[in-house]
T-cell receptor, first 116, second 111 residues
Framework: DTGVSQDPRHKITKRGQNVTFRCDPI?????LYWYRQTLGQGPEFLTY????????KSRLLSDRFSAERPKGSFSTLEIQRTEQGDSAMYLC??????????????FGEGSWLTVV | TQLLEQSPQFLSIQEGENLTVYCNSS?????LQWYRQEPGEGPVLLVT?????EVKKLKRLTFQFGDARKDSSLHITAAQPGDTGLYLC???????????FGSGTQLTVLP
């Protein structure tokens, strides 16, 4: 399977604990995105990397959230001191610059977080 | 802030019926994408439209991008139970790299 891969698929954690999600993008894609989706809503943009550089961050990304892409390949999203409101599906996506046909991005299957 | 409004929010129809889902905004988008998402899974890209007035067909699905690139529609002909899912539109504006998503249309096709 050469799609976007995310791990773990499901995580249940106690409030106050830290969690980390990993994303492996499609191998030739140099752009990587994190989105968050809650039930009944569309995904919301969190942050974007081009290679190893984090170029955009949403206001949704509080100081408890940190994302890295140290070698321009896989990425991690860490949430510190989790709160119940952090419960959501965290989606990773990747894309390759394509002139003239729009910013087409491809999503992974998501990592479900439940904070109890 | 760019917003995309989808309608209807929920749609339940019988197999064989036709349906249209709408995606509207007051903002202009350089491209617009439609995704289908099943429970517990990530969105799967169906189509990308980039030109105002563009129409794309994917088997029984027809996608249209508005002339002003502010709205789009998805029409499904002779819906089947396998079409059941959450349909999401998402737009990219200008040089922005992130997509703005609508809240989705939950389609249920009953056999």
């Amino acid at each position: 399977d050469t799609g976007v891969s995310q791990d773990p698929r499901h995580k249940i954690t106690k409030r106050g604990q830290n969690v980390t999600f990993r994303c492996d993008p499609i191998s030739e894609h140099n752009r990587l995105y994190w989105y968050r989706q809650t039930l009944g809503q569309g995904p919301e943009f969190l942050t974007y990397f081009q290679n190893e550089a984090q170029l955009e961050k949403s206001r949704l990304l509080s100081d408890r959230f940190s994302a890295e892409r140290p070698k321009g390949s896989f990425s991690t999203l860490e949430i510190q001191r989790t709160e119940q409101g952090d419960s959501a599906m965290y989606l990773c996506a990747s894309s390759f610059p394509q002139t003239g046909i729009g910013n087409t991005i491809y999503f992974g299957e998501g990592s479900w977080l439940t904070v109890v | 802030t760019q917003l995309l409004e989808q309608s209807p929010q929920f749609l339940s129809i019988q197999e064989g019926e036709n349906l249209t889902v709408y995606c509207n905004s007051s903002s202009v988008f350089s491209s617009l994408q439609w995704y289908r998402q099943e429970p517990g899974e990530g969105p799967v890209l169906l189509v990308t439209v980039v030109t105002g007035g563009e129409v794309k067909k994917l088997k029984r699905l027809t996608f249209q991008f508005g002339d002003a690139r502010k709205d789009s529609s998805l029409h499904i002909t002779a819906a089947q139970p396998g079409d059941t899912g959450l349909y999401l539109c998402a737009g990219a504006a200008g040089s922005a790299r992130q997509l703005t998503f609508g809240s989705g249309t939950q389609l249920t096709v009953l056999p």
